[in-house]
């Protein structure tokens, strides 16, 4: 007896179609079984998916003409509703017959496919390097896009775009020895750094300069009149104080893509953009990251837009602030979509914050039990990111607390247990004078 086997080979699927297997196989004996296998550890371990037993289901073949018999054809066909990624490798088809000598004899053929699942990216998002980052107009910044596409499989295309248009870099096969000195270095030059102009000019405010905010404060008893209790004050901003070392070329791009496998078969892609920032053409400039994948009938993208922080919108709470209450001043946002994400710096104008810091970082300043002497203090909140810088202020307005008693008393309120101690003494004197 002899016994072929053939498989039919599959092209690539998506995750959620359905598939078939087919099993084709020529014999002129008579079918013990059929049984399919999925490979699994490198051909280690085989599965069992599939078995046809012909002990209890046996096909006849009606011919007319035993000794002019022709080979049979059979099929076996598994089918699989919804592939799933876990399916994807390779599956093999084992074919039994009985040897035409002898019963007892069994004859063995096989056969083999390769299933390929392909599943789209799920996600994708860009973000910034080394954030939050501080604005500097004195020296040359590396900047950084990280492009995160996550769910694909196989990996895919990552490319990224500006306003539009492809964006030619160079690549980077391997990656940066340490932050910051893998990109260029020769477009700073220090000696047109403008630290070193004169301070006559910087004084005389030079066109394309911010103006520095005055410190002197209202006298107090304005102050406390003033309503709202938030004083609104014309932001400063120094988001257009760009470095003369800035230089109006082309950027040059450097490109680097890597990708890691995930536990359930995907695999992650990491794509990042380094280049030297320009403040001045990089500002408000969009960015997109865009990805090609078999499984995808149009590209995936995501997009940001560059942009300096402008006119933080700064709340406080209470609205009405009195001795002995704890304030929070917090930064709500902007009057502008910002990236990346900024950083805050919350410093008091003319003198050190409440817990003798000279300045603190993040959204939201708490002033814990707030004193009497901090009424019309000034507060700053500087928020930067690599595009620029703009300061906000705010004004804290402290009323008198009904519930502490006024009167020069000393912080430890010795002035109030004094005054206990003389009324108790007044007390104990008048009880003795009525008893003698």
Same mark, same amino acid.
Request: hydrophobic share 35%.
């Given at each position: 007896?002899?016994?072929t ?5 599959l092209?690539?699927v998506v995750?959620?179609d359905a ?11 008579k ?5 399919w296998?999925?490979v699994?550890?490198?051909g ?6 599939f078995?046809?037993d012909?002990?209890f /289901? ?10 002019k018999?022709e080979?049979?054809v059979?099929?076996s066909?598994v089918r699989?509703p ?5 399916d ?12 035409r ?7 063995l053929? /096989? ?22 980052a ?10 950084t ?13 990552v490319y ?10 160079t ?5 940066p020895?340490g ?5 260029p ?5 220090r000696?047109l ?16 300069l911010?103006?520095?905010?005055g410190t ?7 102050a406390?009149?003033?309503?709202p ?8 901003v120094?988001?257009?104080?760009f ?9 040059i791009?450097?490109?680097r893509?890597?990708h ?6 995907t695999?992650e ?21 865009e ?23 700064i709340t406080?709470?209470?609205?009405r602030?009195r ?5 929070r001043i ?8 910002v990236?990346?994400?900024p950083?805050?710096t919350?410093t ?5 914050l409440?817990? !003798? /810091? ?26 930067q990111?690599?595009?620029?810088s703009t300061?906000?202020h ?12 006024? !009167?020069?008393e000393?912080?430890?309120?010795s ?5 206990g101690?003389?009324?108790?003494l ?7 004078l009525?008893?003698?």
């Amino acid at each position: 007896a002899y016994l072929t086997v053939s498989i039919e080979p599959l092209p690539p699927v998506v995750v959620g179609d359905a598939v078939t297997l087919k099993c084709n196989f020529k014999t002129d004996g008579k079918m013990r079984e059929i049984v399919w296998y999925r490979v699994t550890d490198g051909g280690t371990i085989k599965q069992k998916i599939f078995t046809f037993d012909a002990m209890f /289901s046996t096909n006849f073949s009606q011919m007319e003409n035993y000794r002019k018999r022709e080979d049979l054809v059979y099929q076996s066909t598994v089918r699989l509703p919804e592939v799933r990624i876990s399916d994807n490798g390779p599956y093999e088809c084992h074919v039994g017959i009985y040897d035409r000598a002898t019963r007892e004899k069994v004859v063995l053929a /096989s056969g083999n496919v390769f299933l390929n699942v392909m599943a789209p990216p799920t996600s994708i998002s860009v973000l910034a390097a080394d954030t939050p980052a501080p604005f500097s107009r004195y020296q040359a910044q590396n900047f950084t896009l990280v492009c995160v596409v996550s769910g694909g499989k196989p990996a895919p295309l990552v490319y990224f775009k500006r306003d539009g248009e492809p964006i030619e870099a160079t690549p980077l096969p391997e990656p940066p020895a340490g932050a910051g000195s893998w990109a260029p270095r020769n477009l700073l030059h220090r000696d047109l750094d403008d630290t070193k102009v004169p301070k006559s000019l910087a004084a005389e405010g030079e066109p394309g300069l911010g103006q520095a905010f005055g410190t002197a404060e209202p006298p107090r008893g304005l102050a406390a009149e003033r309503d709202p209790v938030t004083e609104a004050i014309p932001e400063t901003v120094v988001s257009r104080e760009f470095p003369r070392w800035v230089h109006v070329a082309e950027p040059i791009y450097y490109f680097r893509h890597t990708h890691a496998p995930v536990s359930d078969g995907t695999v992650e892609a990491r794509a990042t953009l380094t280049w030297t920032l320009n403040p001045q053409i990089d500002n408000e400039a969009l960015f997109s990251c865009e990805v090609k994948h078999p499984a995808l009938s149009m590209p995936m993208q995501s997009e940001v837009t560059l942009v300096a922080p402008k006119g933080p919108k700064i709340t406080m709470t209470p609205t009405r602030a009195r001795v002995g209450d704890t304030v929070r001043i917090l930064v709500q946002g902007f009057q502008n979509e910002v990236f990346p994400e900024p950083l805050f710096t919350w410093t008091r104008v003319g003198s050190r914050l409440l817990d !003798g /810091s000279a300045e603190h970082d993040g959204k939201e300043l708490v002033l814990e039990r707030v004193p009497a002497e901090l009424n019309g203090s000034m507060y700053r909140c500087t928020a930067q990111n690599p595009l620029g810088s703009t300061d906000t202020h705010t004004r804290l307005i402290v009323f008198e607390n009904p519930n502490i008693p006024r !009167g020069p008393e000393d912080s430890n309120g010795s002035l109030t247990g004094h005054c206990g101690f003389r009324l108790v003494l007044a007390l104990t004197l008048t009880v003795i004078l009525e008893l003698t």
